[in-house]
């Protein structure tokens, strides 16, 4: 496609459940990017993808949240047992490669209720 | 971790005004981006500019990297030029997770 797409636009769900957010990257770009944002904030760094390996994973919160590249080209933010403190817009950005610049998606904002 | 501070926090100009936006980071970088996010929540790409100046349109940028703060100018600004406008650098040797500023906030009127 054009440009970063993500699905889906939006995401209701309890607290406890288990949620999967898609990223399809702009064709070409090895190096993908997880963000979250929460309201009134910048977007906050989650996980990098070079290729199909996760190649810095440090801004995860903790080890409910998991993310796989397994093409190297979609990837799948899995956030397990969910909170209500994961409520918030996860975008989604890719880049040629590692000193490229960056293209996000439109998010997908994630409620837990 | 880097600092990413953004000024002024919120900015109310009248059709027509002109704006200089400010970035500061407190270490060294090989990436810096500046972002309009619209109302819908879009992040739009305005500059890839880890140094030097460029421009487009009504918009330019520069980024002195030795002294480590970028400028974002908005001439002759439009009602949609509104909306929040983000700094973000990527860390020298540490890849590209960038870091966001908290952004400043563009109010444009009619």
């Known amino acids: 496609g054009a440009g970063v797409s993500q699905t889906p636009s939006n995401k209701v769900t309890e607290k406890g459940k288990y949620v999967e957010l898609r990223c399809d990257p702009i064709s070409g770009h090895t190096a993908l990017y997880w963000y979250r944002q929460s309201l009134g904030q910048g977007p906050e760094f989650l996980i990098y993808?070079?290729?199909?390996?996760?190649?810095?994973d440090s801004g995860l919160p903790n080890d409910r949240f998991f993310a796989v590249r397994p093409e190297g080209s979609v990837s799948t933010l899995k956030i397990q047992r969910t909170e209500r403190g994961d409520s918030a817009v996860y975008l989604c950005?890719?880049?040629?490669?590692?000193?490229?610049?960056?293209?996000f998606g439109p998010g997908t904002r994630l409620t837990v209720l | 971790g880097i600092q990413v501070e953004q000024s002024p926090p919120d900015l109310i100009l009248q059709e027509g005004a002109n704006s200089t936006l400010r970035c500061n980071f407190s270490d060294s970088v090989n990436n810096l981006q500046w972002f309009h996010q619209n109302p819908w929540g879009q992040l739009i790409n305005l500059f890839y500019?880890?140094?030097g100046t460029k421009q487009n349109g009504r918009l330019s940028a520069t980024t002195v990297a030795t002294e480590r703060y970028s400028l974002l100018y908005i001439s002759s600004s439009q009602t949609t030029d509104s909306g929040v406008y983000f700094c973000?650098?990527?860390?020298?040797?540490?890849?590209?997770?960038?870091?966001f500023g908290p952004g400043t906030r563009l109010s444009v009127l009619p």
């Open positions: 993808f070079q290729g199909t390996g996760a190649a810095d």
């Open positions: 973000a650098v990527g860390l020298d040797n540490y890849g590209q997770n960038f870091v």
């Open positions: 950005a890719s880049s040629f490669s590692r000193d490229h610049e960056q293209f």
């Open positions: 500019i880890p140094s």
